[in-house]
């Protein structure tokens, strides 16, 4: 039986904190599957519209037959430029779910999974762009290794991995996930299937600047939304869902200024609607253990 592409998470807890109007003008950052935008679409009625960007080309292959949908096939990072390309200034609503889907995470060519062995360290969700795990692997600095596999993998060992990683390379590069493997075998601490999810997750966060694009993304939110349009975002990573919470609660990814006059700093654009992020039911989680890391967090334009 074919697995399917993506199921959604949160998607009726997404619908219901994002009060679609049925004539309103949407946008799904993350299309993937299409599930959830599958769910906006019929919340709209003729006049609504949906736009949906996803830099994965695989993902164009979901798209409905549908006049109300306008397709970017582009990181989300450049939302307002192609917003603009196509005369809309102002949204009722942004989502994003951050994260991959179970598509990539199943293609073993795609090189995303732990699982096969044979596949190439790939991890690109863009196939246009140069950087692969395997040339992060084989050609960032020890220094640099360490990092990405602390920050975003949360690696114990993560100084001993780069440097194993840099003294098995100079002998021959690793271009596989079973060279991977072996080459630092010796190193694995604890289970070696959570210890090598934490290591692909570093690689796939690195290669795909995905906490960059996060960033980027929210900024142009401010600007995008209409008074009282809602962002809702969708994340799996303790690190994403700290960027996501200090953006709505400030607005900003910069140390905001104290007034000198009256010591009060700029107010957020954002009035917060989540208060504590929205987690999968236990239903949610029995149909669909991908769900359980996810979390979903909602704001307003003031």
Request: hydrophobic residues 40%.
């Amino acid at each position: 039986m074919k697995q399917p592409y993506h199921l959604p998470v949160l998607a009726e807890e997404l619908i219901d904190a994002l009060q679609v109007k049925p004539a309103g003008i949407y946008v799904d950052c993350t299309f993937g599957g299409g599930g959830h935008s599958s769910a906006i679409l019929r919340n709209l009625n003729e006049e609504g519209r949906l736009i949906a960007f996803d830099q994965d080309q695989d993902a164009r292959r979901n798209l409905p037959d549908d006049p109300r949908i306008i397709f970017i096939p582009h990181n989300f990072r450049h939302l307002k430029k192609f917003l603009r390309l196509h005369k809309i200034e102002e949204a009722d609503g942004i989502i994003a779910d951050i994260g991959v889907s179970s598509h990539q995470f199943d293609e073993a060519g795609r090189g995303f999974s732990t699982r096969f062995d044979d596949a190439l360290l790939d991890m690109r969700m863009d196939q246009r762009q140069e950087l692969t795990a395997a040339g992060i692997l084989n050609n960032f600095s020890e220094q640099e290794l360490h990092q990405i596999f602390e920050q975003y993998g949360e690696v114990t060992n993560a100084k001993t991995l780069a440097k194993t990683i840099v003294q098995q390379r100079q002998r021959v590069p690793v271009k596989t996930v079973n060279e991977f493997k072996h080459a630092v075998s010796a190193v694995v601490k604890g289970n070696p299937n959570k210890y090598f999810a934490q290591v692909f997750q570093a690689l796939r966060i690195t290669v795909n600047d995905e906490m960059g694009a996060l960033r980027e993304m929210l900024q142009q939110t401010p600007s995008l939304l209409r008074k009282g349009g809602r962002v809702a975002i969708i994340t799996f990573h303790s690190i994403e869902d700290r960027i996501v919470k200090q953006f709505f609660r400030s607005g900003s990814f910069e140390e905001a200024a104290t007034d000198s006059l009256y010591g009060t700093k700029p107010e957020s654009p954002f009035l917060i609607i989540t208060k504590k992020p929205i987690l999968p039911s236990a239903a949610e989680l029995a149909a669909n253990p991908r769900s359980r890391s996810a979390k979903l967090r909602v704001a307003e334009k003031k």
